[in-house]
C-alpha cells in the first residue's frame, strides 16, 4: 500500500458520486459538519486514512473519502500544475462502497 502523505485543496466544491448499477446514482456536496463549508476544504490521505479540513481549521474524517480518491485529486491538480484545485473546476469523488463501515449500525434492507 503507499505510505505516501497525499494533500489537495479545492478552492470551489466537492461532490460525493455513488453510482451502483443503472438504478441508483447519489450526489451530495462534501462539507465540513462543524460548520457547514463546503469551499476552500482540503483533503489529505496518508495510508489507508483521510480527513477533510475546512478553511476555519475544523479538521474530519468522513468515510466516504478514500484515500485513492485523495490521490487522484492530488495527481490532477499536479498535472494540471496548480497548487489548488481552481473554483469552476468540478471535483467528482467516488463514494467508499464498502459495506461494513459502520458496525456498529445495522444494515437497513
Known amino acids: 500500500m503507499d505510505a505516501a502523505q497525499y494533500e489537495v485543496r479545492i478552492a470551489g466544491t466537492a461532490v460525493y458520486r ?17 460548520c457547514g463549508a463546503r469551499t476552500g476544504l482540503t483533503l489529505l490521505a496518508w495510508g489507508e486514512d483521510t480527513s477533510i479540513t ?20 492530488a495527481a490532477a491538480a499536479a498535472e494540471a500544475g496548480v497548487d489548488e484545485v481552481p473554483a469552476n473546476a468540478e471535483v467528482w469523488v467516488k463514494v467508499r462502497t464498502e459495506t461494513d463501515i459502520l458496525p456498529e449500525y445495522e444494515d437497513i434492507a
Do not use: I, Q
Open 54 to 73: 475546512c478553511p476555519a481549521g475544523h479538521t474530519t474524517r468522513d468515510w466516504r473519502l478514500t484515500p485513492m480518491a485523495v490521490r487522484d485529486v
Open 18 to 34: 455513488d453510482r451502483r448499477g443503472e438504478a441508483f446514482n447519489s450526489r451530495m456536496a462534501m462539507t465540513c459538519p462543524e
